[in-house]
Structure formats: C-alpha cells, structure tokens
RNA sequence: GCCCCCGUAGCCCAACCGGCAGAGGCAGGCCCCUUAAAAGGGUCCGAGUGUGGGUUCGAACCCCACCGGGGGCACCA
C-alpha cells in the first residue's frame, strides 16, 4: 500500500506550545505524538495484546481468559501495491480495532490479527515498472504499511502476522491445492470425498465412471493404467480442462471469468482479453454451486452481498429437452444426433420454431451438412457454397469477435444454417438448426430451442432470418407485438397426447416436463450461471503448482513431504507480453525459461525419473482463499491449522451453526471473487473433515468509502484539492474560480488525503476519533479535513477533565457526584455500549460528547471530576482513543494497561427516571406535555392527561371517541 | 432492461419493536479570554423526513407508484 508511514512530525507543531498562550500541559498535537509513540512502544514491549490460543505454542496465558467468550475479528487484509495509503483505507482497519478493543475490556478473548496479501499481478508489475524483484518491493511495501497500521495504534496480536509470500504459508497454500485435486464431488453424497475412495468404488464395481469422464467408453475394469488415470484426473475437483479462456496477450497472462470486465477487457490494466482454447487448470466450484447458494441464508451478511453472490451463481430451473437430428431420407452426415438444449420455458415447447448451437458446441462438426438443399434462403448461408465453409467462417468471426463487439446491445443477430434440421419432440416439427453467437458456450447446454413468440433474442434472430413465429402465450388485447414474456394461458400447444391450452404457466411446464420424461424426451434440471474457476496464470508472482507431469504428460502430486515448492530466483520474471491485439499469440509462462527448474528428478514411488514441473503460478486468489485459518498459528509447521485451535476460535457455537469469523470487515469489491472462492475451499476442507466449520465469515460487514470533493479548472483539468479556498460558498485556486465535484479519494483526482498527513496535524487519536464520529461503519461519506478539528476538540476537553494543564497532575476527585452527573454517567455508558456492539461508533463519540460537555460545565476549573465519573469516562474513550485514554489512566494512578480493564456497565437505577415526561396527543397531533410516573399506567396516564388545561381546552365540546395510552411513552385522544 | 441499497437541518449524521423528529460534529451568529489574531471556552441558530397515494388512533419507519443518488448483473435461454 504505501511508503509514506513517516514518523510524525511533531517539529511542525510543537514551536506553539513555547507561546506561553497555551498551557504547558495542554494536549496538543505535540503531546498527543508524544504520548502515541510512548504507548505503542510499551504494547509492544509488554506484549499486550497477545491472544492465548487453547493449545499449542501460543497457549501461554490461555488459563487466565479460558472460561471468557471467544471473539475472531479481522480485516480483509491489505495488498501492499507501493501506491500510497489514503485515508478511506484505515476506517475498516479501526473500526475492528475499536470492536476488538472493546470486546475485549467487556470480557472476551479477542483474536484480531492482521496479515499481507502480496502475490499477484499488481507487485509484479509495479516490480517491472521499476526495475526490482518483487519480493524486494512487496517486503518494502509491507513494512511500510506495517509501520504506518503501528501508528495509528491498532491492537493486532503480532506474533499472527504472515504474508502469502512466505514459503512458510505458501507451503500450506500448495497442500490445500493437494487436497483439493486428491479429491472428488461425490455428488449423491453432496460433498467432496478423498480420491481413493473413488478408485475403490471403481474397482469394486459399486460405481461408474461419471458421465463425460471416460473418453474410451471402455468399462472401468478393461482399462490400462494411464486410461484409468485420465478417468481418475477427470473426477478431481482441481483438474486440468482444455476449453475457450480468456487470454490478455497485453497482461501475457489467462485471466478468470471475474477478472474480465463486461466490456471484454482485463480488470487490470484495462487490455483486451480474447477468447482461446488453452489446456489450464480448474477447480470445480461448480460442484458446490447449491451450497454455496444455500447457506448464504445461514450467514450474517448484508443483502446486497448475499444479492450479488445469487446473482453470480444463477441458479435457474427449467428442462433438458432432447431434439434429434437426422431424419431419414435427408442428404447429410448427421446420423442419429441429439442436441440436448436447456430452457427455463419447456412451456412454450410448442411454439419453438428453430434450434441454434453456440459456434464453439462440440456437435457443430458432425451436423453440418455436405450442401445446401435447393432454393436455401440466401440469409442463411453467410454467402458461402456449402453449410460446411459457412459454418467454418462463422466460426472464426465469432472466435476474433472481441468481447466489445458482443456486448454492443443492439447489435443485429448473426449466424448461419448446418443445413440441417432437427425435430421437436412434442409435435415432430422439422426445426432448421442454426450456429449463431447469441448463444454462449458455458451456459446450459450450448444450445437452445428458439421460441421467438415468447423470447426477444430469438423474436430479434426470427426476424433477421425470416423464420416463423408460432405464438403460444396469449398476449394481452392491446400488445403491439414482438415476443411477449409476460403471462398468460398456453395457446397452440396440444398434439395427440396432452393439452396445455389455457394452463398457466407453472402448471404447463410441470405438465410437458412430465409427458418429455416419460417418452424420454427430456428432464426437469437445474443450471447455474457459475463456472468452474479458472485457477492457472502464467506469471511468475505466485505460488508455483505442487505438480510435476510425467513420461504420459498426466499430472503427479508432489508429496506433502516435498512442499513447499520453493519458487525459484529467476533473473527475468516478467511474462512475455504481446502486442494488445495479438490473439493469435500463445502464452509463455516466465517459470518455462527457467529450465533447471522445470526438469526434475523424483522418486515418487517408482525410483527415481524424469518429471516436468508445472510452469503456470496460482492466481492471486489462492493466498487470500484460507489465511484466516493461519492467524490461529502462522507458525504450525506440522498443521495447515491444528483442529483443536480452529474448533475454538472458528467452530460451530451451537447445533445448525455455521461458525466462521465472528466479524470480517472489508470492502464490497469483494463481494463475489474473494468472498465467493474462499467459501468454496472453506466447504472442501470442512468436507475432508480438516476444519469444524462449514463457513469461513459468519458475519461479514462492507464498511463505507471515504470520498471527497475535487475541483476542475476552466479547462476540466482537476487542481490540488488541498489548494483549494473557499469564499462565499465559491471555490478558487490560485485566485481562480474552479467548479467543484466529488468523488473517490486518489491521485487522479488530486483529492488525495492521507492518514499520515493527518496523524501529522492531530495524532492518531484524533483521527480515529474523526473516521469513527462520522457514521456508521457501513455508511459511505465524505472526507472533510476542516471538521478533524473538532475531533481534536472534544479530546482536549476530556483531557482538561481529567488533567490540570497548568500541572499535569490529574485533578479527579474522591468526592460523591451528584444525581444529574451519576444519570449522564449510566446513560452515557448503555448509548456507548449500544454503539461500540453495533458498528455505529458515530453514537459512541456522541455519547462521550455529551458527558463531556455535562462535566465541563457542572464542574468547572475550580471544581475536580469526581473519580468515580472520571475512570469510566476514560475506559469508555479507550477503544476509540487508546493512547490518550492510556495516558489518563495511568495519569489517574493505575500502573496496569487498561486494555483488559472491564468495560464501565450502566446501572439500571440510573437509567429510569421516577416521573416521565409523556406527549399528550389529539388525534396525532401533540397538544401538551403531562408529567407522570414512570410506573404510571394506561388509566393514569389518561386522567393525568385529561387534568391538562391544555388538554381540557382541545377535548372541549368534542366526543372522544377512543384513547390509545401507551405506558411511558404518550397518550392519544381520538375525537369526533 | 433486471436486481439490491439509500434519500431527515447549509453539510455529515441520530431517532429502540410504528409512539413527542434531534444526540453529536462541521459550518454560521453572538459573548468571554486576548493589544490583536490564532487556539481555547461559553452560548445561540436551525429541518418536519425526495414526491404522491394507502394502511393505522398514530408513519421518517409498513405497503404501492414515481423522482433522485449509489452499486451489481446483463444475448444466462
């Protein structure tokens, strides 16, 4: 992230404090640094936030908090990228400081660690632009950033962090890896289970090889080794799959469906991505799409990010229907073919009129005709002599095709005729069978049934193609025409057998789903958008493969002994690259050149041999997949995590209970990849029964962004926001008037604020108190540096309560407070309780506020705190504002921390008052306030209300027609 | 086009389960301190909840429609 954690400089501000002015005791900027640095330095020496694990090398101290609540909170950890921290990063950061702070004064063990995600793209790349080996940057920038997370007083236990580069971790990385591709989905069980429990099934005969996975069609026993191998490889959950990627000649590198943009460009760097068939690796996420969609509805998250993972897994119902080609008589080569095609429509079956495959369908080939029939409709053809050459072209335009061009919305639909027909199951209607790229290859089957009544894409395809609409949804009377998707009764729709006609449309689809499963015609199915993760890059910045390949080009597990596999020095680490346009270029991992690597001999059982290493890394993705499980012991050298620890701190609370981080903070661009992937790995170890959890988040907050004004010059060129003055409501720079805008904080808008700059000014306690005061965590807002001030405010009146700042000496009081200040005092400790717990630290800061300001006025220079308002007015500052709180505690006579000190708890004697206030209501409008008994109940609520003069005058003359009391709350009269 | 979230004072934000719209901050006014300014302290000032309907004794809160902002998905059959 950024290089810039400068000590702060406290030369800036201390020349005020000689002024004589200001008292000598003061806090101001100066001592605010002062005190800071001191305390950090003491947390460290005194390891006060240590977290004792139940067993194990950190276990020390456990005894102390063992009969305490456990409590994981964490960070979605940083990517230290080298182009600076502003001051949007650090408000998830403290606010999990804050909770964890206060969770635990309030009694629990609190485990909050912090890590560094540094593999990937962007350190390489910022490593090439500048000349070094990334391990040289990325350790440079994270101990920037470790620095500057030091300074702002965060209470990580330090002896968890880690970063994904570490062999140390990246060791466990690369095990996951193996114990994702030594197994299988074993989808009658619904849950992955070892390899070899496969094999076994196999060789007993108790299963057969799933559908798709035996190229040779040869029963299981007859096969040779290397056939019952590639059966085997093509059960794993990561397995190696030549298919259609997305290929970034500019990035030298495949990237992920998730790391294309709509738009068919890398989300990094912005280069065009081409479709290319490549032999990669995957995993099979699919596999876990109904769970991973099921148990959203277990977890604590925000719609919006349960919405976004739903949306990305698409899960849809409808039917596989089977339409055979090849009719008997016909002139073509394609006999006794069936083109399965999904439809979430089987009601509208009778009303399909033609068949389209996507160009990359694998039956493509075989139904394409030898010639066109006589009087072909020229549209059909793309101009060529035979369907073959037409079918071949149409090919390779959709494959150039860049994604550009296919998102363009109103693009006119393409595609060309095989030549051939097939026949729709419910009628034995003859349906022209096209390719055309309005039909994507991953989705479904590759191939739909085209029903242009009911469907606009296929309505727009009919139109273009001159093919006959057949209508069976009525429209309402006054549709204007065109596909109608709307309801309606089933119209057209009846062979011999069954009827749709005026069914609606539930009990259609269920009625033909039926009738096509008993004539063997179809099924009910489920499909979902979710694709299988493309998980090879061919870069150098990642974790190599624990794969070597052998004399057959099969992949082999490195044994577990083995890991971790070191990535090797290398002296050129960038990929190659190719021109952006080049989509015929093949990528060339920077791994393949370094050859005294890539060759290796193992004896992985057989004696010793030749094998080839795996030269694609893992995706950025990996690292960032399971390091919350690492925190609970970074250092494990036996264990991924040791089951004990990760029962504790991660597994279920009770019966039913997914478990999972108590609270993960973080960024919504995350919401599907990250979140997404590691909930998918999460499921595969919980299913081989490594951990006891079935979720890695159980509660997930999206904490807001900072954004800020920027302001343009008359050219439109944005100006140095900091330069920027406001008069009368105008904005300048430079005498200029600018027009103001708002945005997100960066450099390219020049409207960059950073903590450092902030810490400079005020302190760390000042800005923490500032990013906390300004909402809920959750809540987007904006950065006003001109308001830190009264952050800085409110902490100098505290520290003025607490301490003489002509002496220094705190000035409280062993003397009883009086009612008004014990009532502030209990209400002050319920609101702040209320928004420590719930992530609105906003009413936390108000709360202190208001005590505050009771105390400074009810006692003033003359008259000290009492102690026994002090003490809890400091602890209940402490998670906000830790250094200065420390600072008063101690001030106040404690030589202990105040880190483990219990929170203040409010009295309830001192939170009910004896008489309530109530409004006194005439039909809803408040007319009087009446003064009553707390206790005071429904009848006496009414009569005091109606011994009100004011009351009196309203109800005068008029007929009550009903009275609504509400104890403590208000009384209403309904009149007539 | 579809889906999700959000509209309260000049600005940022509160308001428990539907029960008196205001806690806090910024900005602004006035006063004190000061030779003055800054810093500091004190005090004052504020809207009726985007719009229109509905439910209710009672709506910022629930329902419907619309407007505005933010985000996601998008030829997904």
């Known amino acids: 992230m950024s290089q810039t954690a400068d000590r702060p400089d406290v030369e800036q501000t201390a020349g005020g404090a000689a002024d004589g002015a200001v008292p000598p005791h003061r806090y101001t900027p100066a001592l605010a640094q002062q005190i800071e640095l001191a305390w950090q330095d003491r947390w460290e020496r005194e390891g006060t936030f240590h977290t004792p694990n139940p067993t194990g090398r950190l276990s020390e101290g456990f005894d102390e908090v063992a009969d305490r609540p456990k409590f994981f909170v964490m960070d979605m950890f940083p990517y230290p990228s080298g182009t600076g921290l502003h001051v949007g990063h650090p408000l998830g950061y403290l606010g999990t400081d804050a909770t964890s702070r206060f969770r635990r004064m309030d009694g629990d063990n609190v485990l909050h660690p912090m890590g560094y995600d540094a593999f990937g793209l962007p350190a390489e790349q910022y490593a090439v632009q500048t000349g070094q080996h990334p391990r040289t940057t990325t350790e440079a920038n994270i101990a920037a950033i470790r620095g500057q997370l030091r300074r702002l007083g965060v209470d990580h236990d330090e002896r968890r962090t880690f970063a994904t580069i570490d062999p140390g971790y990246y060791r466990w990385t690369q095990w996951i890896f193996l114990k994702i591709f030594g197994s299988w989905f074993d989808a009658d069980a619904g849950r992955a289970r070892p390899i070899a429990e496969l094999v076994a099934e196999l060789d007993a005969g108790t299963r057969e090889p799933a559908p798709g996975t035996n190229e040779t069609g040869r029963p299981w026993p007859e096969l040779d080794d290397v056939e019952r191998r590639r059966v085997v490889d093509a059960h794993r959950l990561a397995y190696l799959h030549q298919a259609p990627v997305n290929w970034c000649p500019g990035l030298g590198t495949v990237l992920s469906n998730e790391e294309v943009t709509p738009d068919g460009r890398s989300e990094r760097g912005n280069f065009p991505v081409f479709r290319r068939p490549l032999t990669q690796w995957m995993m099979r996420i699919t596999a876990y799409a109904e769970r991973l969609l099921a148990d959203l509805d277990r977890l604590d998250w925000s719609d919006s990010v349960k919405q976004m993972q739903r949306n990305w897994i698409g899960r849809s119902t409808g039917a596989r229907i089977g339409f055979s080609v090849g009719v008997a008589g016909r002139a073509d080569d394609a006999a006794d073919q069936t083109i399965e095609v999904f439809t979430t429509r089987?009601?509208?079956?009778?009303?399909?009129?033609?068949?389209?495959?996507?160009?990359?369908?694998?039956?493509?080939?075989?139904?394409?005709?030898?010639?066109w029939p006589s009087g072909v409709d020229p549209r059909w053809?793309?101009?060529?002599?035979?369907?073959?050459?037409?079918?071949?072209?149409?090919?390779?335009?959709?494959?150039?095709?860049?994604?550009?061009?296919?998102?363009?919305?109103?693009?006119?639909?393409?595609?060309?005729?095989l030549g051939v027909t097939a026949v729709n199951p419910v009628n034995g209607r003859e349906l022209p069978v096209f390719v055309a790229d309005y039909v994507l290859t991953g989705y479904g089957t590759g191939a739909i049934m085209a029903v242009p009544g009911e469907d606009t894409r296929d309505w727009d395809f009919a139109e273009a193609f001159g093919l006959p609409v057949v209508r069976t949804v009525q429209p309402p009377a006054d549709f204007a025409g065109g596909a109608w998707t709307g309801a309606g009764p089933v119209i057209n729709s009846a062979n011999d057998d069954i009827s749709l006609n005026g069914l609606d449309r539930a009990t259609a689809i269920a009625t033909v789903t039926e009738w096509l499963v008993r004539h063997g015609s179809g099924e009910a199915t489920t499909t979902y958008k979710l694709r299988d993760w493309l998980f090879s890059r061919q870069r150098y910045w990642g974790e190599p493969f624990p794969v070597v390949y052998d004399e057959h080009d099969l992949p082999v597990a490195v044994p577990e002994s083995m890991?971790?596999?070191?990535?090797?020095?290398?002296?050129?680490?960038?990929?190659?690259?190719?021109?952006?346009?080049?989509?015929?270029?093949?990528?060339?991992?920077?791994?393949?050149?370094?050859?005294?690597?890539?060759t290796v001999e193992l004896d992985l059982g057989e004696g010793p041999k030749k094998y080839r290493r795996e030269t694609n890394t893992m995706p950025n993705w990996a690292g960032s997949c399971w390091y919350y499980?690492?925190?609970?012991?970074?250092?494990?050298?036996?264990?991924m995590v040791d089951p004990d620890n990760e029962r504790y701190w991660l597994g279920p609370r009770e019966p039913g209970d997914v478990g999972g981080v108590d609270l993960y903070v973080g960024g919504m661009e995350h919401a599907v990849l990250h979140l997404?992937?590691?909930?998918?790995?999460?499921?595969?170890?919980?299913d081989l029964g490594y951990v006891s959890s079935e979720e890695p988040f159980r509660r997930l907050v999206n904490q807001g962004y900072i954004s800020a004004y920027a302001y343009t010059d008359e050219r439109g060129f944005y100006v140095p926001a900091a330069e920027v003055e406001e008069r009368d409501g105008r904005f300048f720079f430079q005498g200029r008037p600018v027009n103001r805008e708002y945005g997100k904080i960066g450099k390219s808008l020049k409207n960059m604020v950073t903590p450092d700059e902030m810490i400079g000014a005020y302190g760390a306690d000042t800005f923490r108190v500032y990013e906390m005061s300004t909402g809920p965590l959750e809540q987007s807002r904006p950065w006003e540096t001109k308001?830190?001030?009264?952050?800085?405010?409110?902490?100098?009146?505290?520290?003025?309560?607490?301490?003489?700042?002509?002496?220094?000496?705190?000035?409280?009081a062993d003397v009883e407070p009086d009612e008004d200040t014990l009532r502030a005092l209990h209400r002050t400790i319920a609101g702040v309780r209320d928004g420590m717990a719930t992530l609105r630290f906003n009413i936390a800061v108000a709360r202190i506020t208001e005590l505050t300001n009771h105390l400074t006025s009810a006692y003033g220079a003359d008259r000290p705190v009492p102690r026994s308002v002090a003490e809890p007015l400091v602890l209940m500052v402490a998670p906000l504002a830790p250094h200065i709180a420390e600072e008063l505690w101690s001030r106040l006579g404690h030589s202990r921390s105040l880190a483990w000190h219990p929170f203040p708890v409010a009295d309830e004697r001192w939170l009910v008052e004896d008489t309530v206030q109530v409004a006194v209501q005439v039909n809803g409008k408040v007319r009087a306030q009446v003064t009553v008994p707390a206790d005071a109940d429904a009848a006496a609520l009414e009569a005091a209300a109606r011994a009100d003069e004011k009351v009196a005058g309203h109800l005068a003359g008029r007929t009550v027609r009903r009275v609504v009391a509400v104890p403590g709350r208000l009384v209403n009269f309904v009149v007539g």
């Open 381 to 417: 053809t793309g101009g060529e002599a035979t369907p073959r050459e037409a079918v071949t072209a149409y090919q390779r335009q959709a494959s150039r095709r860049s994604e550009l061009d296919r998102q363009n919305e109103n693009r006119e639909k393409t595609g060309v005729w």
């Open 346 to 371: 089987p009601d509208t079956l009778f009303g399909a009129t033609y068949v389209v495959l996507a160009p990359e369908h694998p039956l493509v080939d075989a139904l394409t005709a030898g010639s």
């Open 787 to 812: 308001a830190v001030v009264g952050s800085q405010r409110l902490l100098q009146r505290i520290w003025r309560v607490v301490v003489d700042e002509s002496s220094g000496v705190a000035r409280a």
């Open 629 to 639: 499980l690492r925190y609970i012991d970074p250092d494990d050298d036996r264990r």
């Open 676 to 686: 997404l992937y590691a909930r998918f790995w999460h499921k595969v170890l919980f």
């Open 563 to 598: 890991l971790p596999v070191l990535l090797p020095d290398v002296d050129d680490y960038s990929p190659k690259t190719f021109a952006d346009d080049d989509a015929e270029s093949a990528p060339e991992p920077p791994l393949s050149r370094v050859t005294d690597w890539t």
